[in-house]
T-cell receptor, first 119, second 110 residues
Framework: EVRLVESGGGLVQPGGSLRLSCEAS????????MNWVRQTPGKGLEWVSY????????YYGDSVKGRFTISRDNAKNSVYLQMDSLRVEDTAVYFC?????WGLGLDFWGQGALVTVFS | QAGLTQLPSVSAALGQTATLTCTGY????????ATWLQQRQGLPPRLLSS???KRPSGISERFSASRSGNTASLTISGLQAEDEATYYC???????????FGGGTRLSVL
């Protein structure tokens, strides 16, 4: 069974940092690209970042570029999102999502980790 | 990065058919297709259909995706109470190397 479990969310003040982790199980992580997607409470979905299976390709959304860093450790079955210079508007539930082969969709999602940036 | 356009809400009666639409910018849907995701209250999104309009394993045949030009559609037949949820479309923007999402359509089953 494919499982994605996020951790590392919490409360932080503006300008602070948090590191989210996504632990994967039930599949070979290195064979899949992974994404982070966030959702502001009561609002829609916003794509945050992408990392290919080998980490060769990495992309970011405009709103987080230069502040967030995605990485992965396939040996530890984990994907990470280092979030620096956090802003109030970064408050959201952050989902880790697996991408299908050929990038046809995001087929498995974790339960999400809540990040609250408060002043 | 621009977003895809969806109606905020749609309602349909139990047992009937609902059709949700998603309009892309430029030719994004015409070229890259669209995925559909279902999100029930308090749960993560679930993939209903991939960019090639195919259902992942385990998704009911009641969910059918299609596209015409730069508009994608999700048709849900034989509506059930459990179909009440928010539905998101998404696609891959190769110009920005980014997944883009629609604002979501809240489906109410009457």
């Amino acid at each position: 069974e494919v499982r994605l479990v996020e951790s590392g969310g919490g409360l932080v003040q503006p300008g602070g940092s948090l590191r989210l982790s996504c632990e994967a199980s039930g599949f070979t992580l290195s064979s899949f690209s992974m994404n982070w997607v966030r959702q502001t409470p009561g609002k829609g979905l916003e794509w945050v970042s992408y990392i290919s299976g080998s980490s060769y390709n990495i992309y970011y959304g405009d709103s987080v570029k230069g502040r967030f860093t995605i990485s992965r450790d396939n040996a530890k079955n984990s994907v990470y999102l280092q979030m620096d210079s956090l802003r109030v508007e970064d408050t959201a539930v952050y989902f880790c999502a697996r991408e299908t082969n050929w990038g046809l969709g995001l087929d498995f999602w974790g339960q999400g980790a809540l990040v609250t940036v408060f002043s | 990065q621009a977003g895809l356009t969806q109606l905020p809400s749609v309602s349909a009666a139990l047992g009937q058919t609902a059709t949700l639409t998603c309009t892309g910018y430029g030719d994004i849907i015409a070229v890259k297709g669209a995925t559909w995701l279902q999100q029930r209250q308090g749960l993560p999104p679930r993939l209903l259909s991939s960019r090639n309009d195919k259902r992942p394993s385990g998704i009911s045949e009641r969910f059918s995706a299609s596209r015409s030009g730069n508009t994608a559609s999700l048709t849900i037949s034989g509506l059930q109470a459990e179909d009440e949820a928010t539905y998101y479309c998404s696609s891959w923007d190769t110009n920005f190397n980014a997944w883009v999402f629609g604002g979501g359509t809240r489906l109410s089953v009457l």
